[in-house]
């Protein structure tokens, strides 16, 4: 029984080593790492492998054994993505005639000949039109299905890495190879889900892992790195882009797939609890978060100055500056990224949608969208959804006084708010003291806060159909 156990254990093991891993940025790349079985042989060995992808970056290889008991050297490395292809066996057929498969309106076949001057094939850029002579015309078009020579030996069907290794002895076993690729990515989006009332959410986080590269991976290990790393561009690969196909494939993994999370570095490195099978062109979905009682109140924002540029120079002294700008009152949803909270964790950035539920009939209703940044747990998220359709906004200046040597300048503000909603609400007043650093509010109806250096804040209460007036005034020096 231990036998048979042990055998097992073994057995599964090898199958987990045999399975390709994937480390995917939301930067779209990825690094891949799989098995290669090698068989050397003393002296100089001719390796292939038909397994890599479109967008390899072939300066990123490593190829290792990965216990270090073999010592090998790589003396050469090929890298061909010309794989074949309608558009490429034209080109390679170009100045020939070959024959084309035609079906009439009976459905009857036939073949026709013609002669391919032009195969519109053109290496990573947009393809043209091919030019066929057929009895002596030419067609900017194929006179039906192209039956080409058989295929020459030169010829690959996957993107292929050849080696010529260099082995001091005989040796077999299996070596570890790495590359970076393009054409990988993931992204995160969060669906946040409120009563009609209230200010209560349930959040639900999607992790999307996008493969664009060329290659299925059978039962991938996944990970996901959260984090901007610094990554140079790579020079494209030509044929690469043009050999992409236009159909996309969705699916959506099953809700009770764990995905776990771990600080790596200067990052977050998320992980797929099971082996996925990503396929070309494939779109896979996975849950990676739920949090339900979210406690996220709705705030309200007038934010009315017009802003013209950075304050220095003369512009700072100009009347005109900083004049009223819109009427809209902004709408945010704010909420802290704590355990307290049913968070805690953190939040990879993404899209974020707000919905509210229609107490009339249960359904939900989308209120707005907005992007999150990477978000670190215990801090405080702040985002704006659209404007307000019953709060208004007014902003005037109803003073404006400066001296002749402009070494000092005061100015009067009013702002009204007006809350056309049926209950009650509290709007943030933001004003900017854009002239300069060295500011004093001579004059206030209400009290306020400091929020920089250069901005303060007002928030006042609003009963319901009610109007309410703000005023202040605020001097400048410069001396």
Do not use: C
Request: proline letters at 5%.
């Amino acid at each position: 029984m231990k036998f048979f156990l042990t055998l097992l254990l073994a057995t599964l093991a090898a199958s987990s080593l045999a399975q390709p891993a994937l480390t995917v940025y939301n930067q779209n790349f990825a690094v891949v790492r799989e098995r290669v079985p090698l068989e050397l042989q003393a002296g100089d060995n001719a390796i292939t492998f038909s397994g890599a992808t479109l967008q390899l970056e072939p300066d990123s290889v490593v190829l290792r054994d990965p216990a270090g008991r073999v010592p090998f050297r790589v003396l050469e490395q090929s890298y061909r993505a010309d794989v074949m292809s309608q558009g490429l066996l034209l080109a390679v057929n170009e100045g020939r005639e070959i024959e084309f498969l035609v079906r009439d309106q009976n459905a009857k076949d036939y073949t026709v000949r013609g002669k391919i001057i032009r195969s519109g094939h053109t290496p990573g850029g947009e393809p043209a039109s091919p030019i066929i002579e057929v009895e002596g015309k030419l067609r900017f078009s194929l006179p039906g299905e192209p039956l080409f020579p058989a295929l020459a030996g030169d010829g690959i069907l996957k993107p292929t890495l050849t080696w010529k290794i260099g082995a001091n002895q005989a040796a077999k076993f299996e070596a570890e190879l790495g590359y970076i690729t393009g054409g990988m990515s993931w992204l995160a989006a969060y669906n946040l889900v409120a009563p009609e009332k209230g200010d209560l959410l349930d959040i639900v986080g999607w992790v999307t892992v996008n493969n664009h590269s060329g290659k299925i991976f059978e039962n991938a290990t996944i990970k996901l790195m959260a984090g901007n790393v610094n990554k140079l561009q790579p020079a494209a690969i030509g044929g690469a882009g043009g050999m992409m196909r236009k159909e996309m494939m969705m699916t959506a993994m099953a809700s009770d797939t764990a995905v776990t999370e771990k600080a790596f570095d200067e990052f977050h490195l998320y992980s797929l609890a099971r082996p996925v099978t990503l396929r070309d062109r494939e779109t896979k979905q996975v849950e990676f978060m739920r949090a339900i009682g979210v406690k996220a109140p709705v705030l309200y924002v007038y934010d009315g100055a017009a802003m013209f540029g950075r304050n220095y120079g003369s512009m700072i002294r100009d009347p005109g500056y900083g004049l009223p700008g819109s009427k809209k009152v902004w709408v945010m949803r704010e909420f802290k990224n704590s355990e307290d909270n049913h968070l805690g964790l953190p939040l990879p950035k993404g899209r974020m949608r707000f919905y509210r539920r229609d107490e009339a009939d249960g359904r939900i209703e989308f209120t707005g969208e907005n992007e999150l940044e990477h978000t670190p747990k215990n801090e405080l998220i702040r985002i704006y959804t659209g404007d307000a359709f019953d709060v208004v906004g007014e902003r005037t200046r109803t003073d404006f006084q400066g001296s002749n040597r402009q070494d000092y300048a005061e100015e009067s503000f009013e702002v009204k708010v007006r809350n056309r909603k049926a209950e009650a609400i509290e709007v943030r007043v933001v004003e900017h003291l854009y002239r300069w650093t060295n500011w004093k509010i001579v004059q206030q109806s209400d009290e306020f806060t400091k929020k920089d250096a250069q901005t303060i804040e007002f928030r006042l209460p609003l009963k319901p159909d009610e109007e309410r007036t703000l005023t202040y005034r605020v001097r400048y020096d410069w001396r």
